[in-house]
């Protein structure tokens, strides 16, 4: 007999009738089987003594203790615990006038379960992990029947009660929306509790693994960071991933950054001489919509340094010179070509010195042209002059 009432149907279907007894009137539930009675806290419990009818005044005691939490005795004998709190929990047991056992019985006080407070997580496009806080403590234990729907169809959720949380493999992933649906149940009722998301939204890789950052010999101003992509992402090909590194010399307040699609780049600009703090994560390449993984543990690396001269090379001068902290934001996106920036300063360059021979040329042609005038004028000037005279001439 003990072992059909171990066994887990047996306990499932008796569990599962004091629920529903529970869910219609959920003050008083009695567990025949294991002598346990449950009931809520802040509520008013009545215990019976025994199944039949009793007329014989009885007594009652709490763990062997006629000190009782506040109650009355009905007729009947049955002992009513007046808005009970977690310390009328206990062995009740009642007893004839003779001082015989008639009954006796375990209380156990708790709360019905309230809404769940549920968060997913998709490391990637084959897995979803749903977890929960419950909103009200039940001092019961619970159970949970969790389902996601996918397509047409709810899917079970596979619940792990310890970890509170819950698996499914392979979701529709590109359907627009999923509904998760929760129902936590104990002796006192149930709850459901209803979630809406989109995965493709809740998609956040884990960060990326094996990250390191290293010296590059011979080169104070790099600095060489890899990394693996995350173990829980394992379809590189099918589904690229953009990651994010950034970089600051130890005690700025301003991050350096760069993005690539390959698992290493080269710091080009790293600040000579100083310890860096340096940092990857990263994000599905393909939808825009979705999260940035944490960030990769903070590691420390230190930039090569030339400690066979002592006096500063031109390179390390270079290094001292570069404009840190100009920016105000805290986070400052940097060009990491220096090719492009120097083709920049030469058009800047190119373009003055075009400017200036316009200019020049400008200059001399109207010089060029007020003395051809003046020299036309001259000319006229002349003519006139001679003209003149040849009529003078006539005329006298
Ligand atoms: C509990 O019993 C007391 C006394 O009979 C009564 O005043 C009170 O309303 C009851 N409380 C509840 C929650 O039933
Ligand atoms: C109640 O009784 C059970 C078994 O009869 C015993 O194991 C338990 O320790 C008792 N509890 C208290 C608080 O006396
Ligand atoms: C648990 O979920 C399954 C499938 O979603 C459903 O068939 C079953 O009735 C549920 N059980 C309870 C107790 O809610
Ligand atoms: C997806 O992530 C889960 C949880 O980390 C992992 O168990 C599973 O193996 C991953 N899927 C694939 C296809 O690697």
Redesign the pocket.
Known sequence: MPGLLSSPVCLTVIW?LSWSLCSSRAQIWTDEVSGVQYGRLDSNVTLACGKSPIRIPVVWHLNHNSALPWHKVTTDGSLVLLHVDHSAQGNYSCYDYQGRLLHSVKLRLGHPPGLLSISCQVPNHTHVRCSWVESVRTFLPAKY?A?LRNGQE?R?CIVDVTHKHCDVDHPAFWQTTHILRI?E?NVLG?QTTIVRFRLHELLKPDPPESVLAKELEGYPQRLMVSWNFPSSWPLQNAFPLVFHIRYRPLGSMYWSEIYSEDSHVVVHDALAGNPHQVQVRARDEVNAESQWSEWSPLLLVHPWEDYSTSEPSEDKFTDYMFPFNTKPETSTAKSHNPVVEDEGNLGLVILLVLFSVVILTTVLSLIFVVWVRQRRRDHVSKQELTSMVKMKSMSI
Do not use: E, M
């Open positions: 599962f029947n389902s709810w079970p129902t149940i149930s």
